[in-house]
């Protein structure tokens, strides 16, 4: 089941609706429909309807036209490229490809907003909720969370960025950058104090599914101590996470189930971004952020000439094309290649279809995330294109073993390394990693780029571990320059605090 459609309705900002009066007690008479934040959230649904304004932001992919956060995540990685109807099909995605983007791009200006706008809407319940019950208890935990992930999103993509836990006083103050390190230490605070309000997994209702779980937060918790090197403290949250193995988590058996519609919220899935289908033809569609679909999936699809033959697949807009890079670096047993691409001679061979290249395509088509002709409907004159409601898998088990390993690896725990990864691998039938050192952790990384392609973590890994240089310098990757986005123009120009000086090494 979906989360609701709250978030269509839900409008955080006081409104104040002009009044004309000629009683002179005009000026004591609060106008109607006017929302004081000091008073808005003191009953639990008024805070649950103000955190379901901040569950939107990890949906908005058209806050800012084509602006998805797992998209611009992904496009520097060397498994996609931007593909589309060529370079100025939405500019923003293929500079992101081409390492030619600027603080100008409208993506990242975009990615950096939407954080930022979830924070502000967790900031807003965390401040004025009061934990008088326990359900608001809860609420205030899993925003607590929301803006843990938030501020993870923008430090791993920006560094420094300003640390902002209440309300600007005034349209005009600025706040500087604050050092990583110190957000790193406001995440886990946020996560540890959330860890303790939030149920497992398994407590939830199946409507309320959606909602951050105990799981999730340790998850994230583990996933910044290990971006900050401190091994010890990832693998004791990571403890946690795998603790509840076989009781309300664990891997699902059938990897090419992993990203569809059918396994949303299942066993392996602790967080997830969520859409609907709101039955849109062309005649009806907004193309703004009240579009609650995954037009995306749409997006992804594969470019026509296409005919997806017996595979399921039907035709796209053509971005996000896999390389051919990824391709080769499955082993032809690893089940997980079919699940995640093939190539246009497998769509003719195995499925009786036909694919002609297009731009930035090489010859392969994605399998993973992409327009499956049952996940999306044209019932009731809907627009099939319109309608896909497939939800991105945001923190998922198998990562949560992948870090574990990475963690006990950098903790010279080899033995426990290895258990991890192996779980991994058998669940796809592959035969364990026996290796220590060097060759246990190149391991770790191939099986990250495997098991987690299309999933937005490739580029980040490549950077934290010092391998971008080597993996994607070919691509336009310059060292010193493009392990950060560039802090967006418009902070630059309305924060007094963040000036050209200020900003990311390169730009």
């Not at 390190?181 to 886990?188: D, F, H, L, N, T």
């Not at 996933?223 to 693998?235: M, N, R």
């Not at 080769?328 to 190539?343: G, L």
């Not at 990757?477 to 900003?503: D, T």
């Amino acid at each position: 089941m979906k989360k609701n459609n709250l978030f269509k309705y839900i409008l955080i900002v006081g409104l104040s609706i002009a009044a004309i009066s000629c009683s002179s007690d005009f000026l004591e008479v609060k106008p109607f429909g006017k929302t004081d934040t000091d008073t808005y959230y003191s009953t639990d649904q008024e805070v649950e309807y103000a955190l379901t304004a901040a569950y939107d932001m990890l949906h908005s992919d058209q806050l800012r036209g084509w602006s998805s956060t797992l998209f611009i995540k992904q496009l520097p990685a060397d498994d996609t490229n931007c593909g589309g109807g060529g370079e100025s099909d939405q500019a923003q995605y293929q500079k992101l490809d081409n390492f030619q983007w600027e603080a100008e791009n409208e993506g990242i200006t975009a990615y950096y907003s939407t954080n930022y706008f979830g924070i502000y809407r967790c900031n807003q319940i965390i401040i004025n909720a009061k934990p008088e019950t326990a359900l608001r208890k809860r609420m205030i935990a899993e925003a607590k969370f929301l803006r843990a992930y938030f501020y993870f999103e923008l430090t791993t993509a920006f560094g420094d960025v300003p640390l902002r836990l209440e309300a600007a006083k005034n349209l005009t103050e600025g706040m500087a950058r604050t050092p990583k390190a110190k957000v790193y230490e406001q995440i886990v605070t946020d996560l540890t104090e959330a860890i303790v309000d939030l149920p497992y997994k398994g407590d939830y209702s199946v409507a309320d599914r959606f909602r951050v779980n105990k799981q999730a937060a340790q998850a994230l918790l583990g996933k910044t101590y290990l971006f900050a090197k401190d091994y010890p403290k990832a693998i004791l949250a990571f403890k946690d996470v795998i603790a509840r193995e076989g009781i309300d988590l664990g891997l699902i058996a059938d990897f090419s189930k992993i990203t569809r519609a059918e396994s949303e919220f299942g066993k392996e899935s602790l967080l997830e971004a969520s859409f609907i289908s709101e039955n849109r033809n062309w005649g009806n569609a907004s193309w703004d952020r009240n579009a609650n679909d995954n037009r995306h999936l749409q997006l992804w699809g594969p470019r026509g000439p296409f005919n997806g033959g017996t595979s399921g697949i039907r035709d796209g807009w053509g971005f996000n094309p896999p390389t051919r890079k990824i391709y080769d670096a499955y082993e032809a047993n690893d089940p997980r290649r079919a699940a995640t691409v093939i190539t246009k001679e497998e769509l003719a061979t195995n499925f009786g279809g036909e694919f002609i290249d297009g731009w930035d395509t090489e010859g392969c088509i994605r399998t993973k995330y992409t327009t499956f002709l049952a996940e999306t409907s044209d019932e009731n004159g809907n627009t099939p294109e319109l309608n896909y409601s497939t939800n991105w898998r945001l923190i998922r088990y198998a990562d949560v073993l992948l870090m574990a390993a990475e963690a006990y690896h950098k903790d010279n725990k080899d033995n426990e390394a290895r258990i991890e990864l192996n779980k991994v691998r058998a669940r796809v039938g592959l035969a364990p990693i026996t290796a220590s050192g060097t060759a246990l952790f190149d391991a770790i990384v191939k099986e990250r780029q495997l098991e987690l392609a299309y999933e937005g973590f490739r580029f980040w890994d490549l950077v934290r571990w010092g391998l971008a240089q080597q993996e994607l310098s070919s691509l336009g990757f310059v060292k010193g320059k493009h392990e950060l986005f560039p802090i967006p123009l418009n902070e630059i120009n309305g924060n007094v605090l963040i000036g050209p000086e200020n900003q990311n090494p390169g730009y």
